[in-house]
């Protein structure tokens, strides 16, 4: 006598296609909406990631500039900014090159190994929209002696379109003493 079931006791799954032998147990396949829902949460969970790690990154701190000290600052009123103007050209490229020139005049009683000065320029609204530290006495051009005269010339080529074509703000941002 042979036994045999009234029903397969192993059924393929509904919608799935039957191979040649009923009895084998088949797997439903992943359908391209599921396959896309992967995808997407495979994404986010990389652009979460790559929030993350930005937000957490330290910020790369740029290197602190000299400060004026207060006996720098006190002689800033002996440094004199005169025949200062400003001019635009147009450089082969055809971009455009900002000048600043004029002299500064030294009318203390110590020599000067070094002036810097921070150029800064403003929207129409009166936000910042660039800062640039730029030297007007170097040592590489001697050391500036008291009562001297001196032409200096700062050129700029990268300042933004939004920047309201005024002359900039120019403040003395380092002294330092040749003695």
Sequence with gaps: MVFRPAAPLL??????????????????????RSRRRWLWLAALV???????????????????????????????RNLQLSDVEMK???NALGQTLV????????NGD???????????FYDPYGEVVHRERV????ARDGVMQPGETRRFRLP????????????PQLVIAQIVFAD
């Excluded at 979460?48 to 000290?69: D, H, M, N, R």
């Excluded at 000048?99 to 030294?106: A, D």
């Excluded at 700029?156 to 002359?167: G, H, T």
């Design 135 to 138: 030297a007007i006495v170097r």
């Design 11 to 32: 059924r393929a799954m509904p919608g799935a296609k039957s191979r040649e032998d009923p009895m084998t147990p088949t797997l439903p396949q992943a359908t391209p």
């Design 88 to 90: 635009a050209t147009e």
């Design 156 to 167: 700029f080529d990268a300042l933004p379109k939004s920047w309201n074509q005024v002359m």
């Design 46 to 76: 990389a652009a979460a990631g790559g929030i993350f790690w930005y937000l957490e990154k330290s910020p790369v701190q740029a290197p602190a500039e000299p400060i004026l000290t207060p006996e720098a600052k006190a002689y800033t």
């Design 99 to 106: 000048e600043i020139i004029g002299q500064i005049t030294n």
């Design 110 to 120: 110590r020599p000067l190994q070094l002036v810097e000065l921070n150029c800064v």
